[in-house]
C-alpha cells in the first residue's frame, strides 16, 4: 500500500511539474485524436446527410454496415491498415508506416462509423413534419436539411464526443500502425502499457490520471447535451 501512495504522490509529481515526456505523450495523444475526430466529423456528418436525403436500396445496406462497423476491433483495423502500408502493400511508397499520419487515419477509420450511425439516428428521430415544413413555407432543400440539423445539434454533438472517446482511450490500432516510437508516436495509451509492462508505474499513472480526466469531461458534455437536447 506505501507503494501505491508513493507512486501516486511521484505521479501528482510528474502532472504538476509538466514534465517534458509527460507532455510530449499528452500533446501527441491530443492532436492525433483530435485531427482524427474532425476528419471523421466531416465524413461522418456528409454521409449521415446523404442517407438521411436518401430513400432507397444503398440505404438499407449501408445503415446496418455502420452499425456493424461501429464495434470495429482496433486490432483488426491496425492490422488491415499495417498490411496495406506496410513496405510490400500497395501503399507503401507513401511511407506511412509508423508515424503519426497513420495513425490519425486508424483512429478517423474507427471514429467515422460512430459519427455517422449515430448522427443518421439522431437526424431521423428528428420532427419529420420540420423538413416539409420548411419546404412548404418556401425554403430551399438545402435550408430544410440546415433546419434539422440545427434541431438535432445537441444530439449530433453527442455523436461527435462519442466518437472522440472511442478514439483517445484506443491503444491496438495505434500502437500496430504507430509502433509506439519514443518521442513521436507515442501517445498516452501506449505509453501506459509500455510502462505497466516494465513495472515502471509512475509514468503510467500519471498519463492514466490525464487519461481518465478526459474521458470524464467527454462524458459529463455527452450527459449535458442529451440532458439539454429534449428541451429544446
Same mark, same amino acid.
Given at each position: 500500500m506505501e507503494f501505491?501512495?508513493?507512486?501516486?504522490a511521484r505521479a501528482i509529481k510528474i502532472i504538476l511539474s509538466l514534465d517534458r515526456e509527460f507532455v510530449s505523450i499528452v500533446c501527441l495523444s491530443l492532436r492525433v485524436s483530435g485531427?482524427?475526430?474532425l476528419a471523421a466529423t466531416i465524413t461522418g456528418l456528409g454521409l449521415s446527410l446523404c442517407l438521411y436525403q436518401s430513400k432507397g436500396r444503398i440505404r438499407r445496406i449501408i445503415v446496418p454496415l455502420l452499425n456493424t462497423s461501429m464495434g470495429l476491433p482496433p486490432v483488426v483495423v491496425g492490422?488491415?491498415?499495417?498490411?496495406?502500408?506496410?513496405?510490400?502493400?500497395?501503399? %507503401?511508397?507513401?511511407n506511412l508506416l509508423y508515424t503519426p499520419t497513420l495513425m490519425v487515419i486508424a483512429q478517423w477509420v474507427l471514429a467515422t462509423p460512430i459519427i455517422a450511425a449515430l448522427s443518421c439516428s439522431a437526424l431521423e428521430s428528428s420532427d419529420p413534419d420540420l423538413r416539409l415544413t420548411a419546404l412548404g413555407l418556401g425554403a430551399t432543400e438545402f435550408?430544410?436539411?440546415?433546419?434539422?440539423?440545427?434541431?438535432?445539434?445537441?444530439?449530433?454533438?453527442?455523436?461527435?464526443?462519442? %466518437?472522440?472517446?472511442? @478514439?483517445?482511450?484506443? @491503444?491496438?490500432?495505434v500502437l500496430? @500502425?504507430?509502433?509506439?516510437?519514443?518521442?513521436?508516436?507515442? @501517445?498516452?495509451?501506449t505509453a501506459i502499457a509500455l510502462e505497466a509492462d516494465r513495472g515502471d508505474f509512475v509514468l503510467a499513472i500519471a498519463l492514466?490520471?490525464?487519461?481518465? %480526466?478526459?474521458?470524464?469531461?467527454?462524458?459529463?458534455?455527452?450527459?449535458t447535451f442529451q440532458k439539454r437536447s429534449p428541451v429544446d
Amino acid at each position: 500500500m506505501e507503494f501505491l501512495f508513493q507512486a501516486f504522490a511521484r505521479a501528482i509529481k510528474i502532472i504538476l511539474s509538466l514534465d517534458r515526456e509527460f507532455v510530449s505523450i499528452v500533446c501527441l495523444s491530443l492532436r492525433v485524436s483530435g485531427l482524427a475526430v474532425l476528419a471523421a466529423t466531416i465524413t461522418g456528418l456528409g454521409l449521415s446527410l446523404c442517407l438521411y436525403q436518401s430513400k432507397g436500396r444503398i440505404r438499407r445496406i449501408i445503415v446496418p454496415l455502420l452499425n456493424t462497423s461501429m464495434g470495429l476491433p482496433p486490432v483488426v483495423v491496425g492490422l488491415f491498415l499495417y498490411l496495406l502500408f506496410s513496405r510490400t502493400g500497395p501503399l %507503401g511508397r507513401l511511407n506511412l508506416l509508423y508515424t503519426p499520419t497513420l495513425m490519425v487515419i486508424a483512429q478517423w477509420v474507427l471514429a467515422t462509423p460512430i459519427i455517422a450511425a449515430l448522427s443518421c439516428s439522431a437526424l431521423e428521430s428528428s420532427d419529420p413534419d420540420l423538413r416539409l415544413t420548411a419546404l412548404g413555407l418556401g425554403a430551399t432543400e438545402f435550408q430544410a436539411t440546415l433546419k434539422v440539423l440545427k434541431e438535432s445539434r445537441y444530439a449530433l454533438f453527442s455523436s461527435i464526443a462519442a %466518437g472522440l472517446g472511442r @478514439v483517445i482511450a484506443e @491503444v491496438g490500432a495505434v500502437l500496430i @500502425v504507430g509502433g509506439n516510437i519514443a518521442g513521436y508516436t507515442r @501517445v498516452m495509451t501506449t505509453a501506459i502499457a509500455l510502462e505497466a509492462d516494465r513495472g515502471d508505474f509512475v509514468l503510467a499513472i500519471a498519463l492514466g490520471i490525464i487519461l481518465l %480526466g478526459i474521458s470524464l469531461l467527454i462524458n459529463v458534455a455527452l450527459y449535458t447535451f442529451q440532458k439539454r437536447s429534449p428541451v429544446d
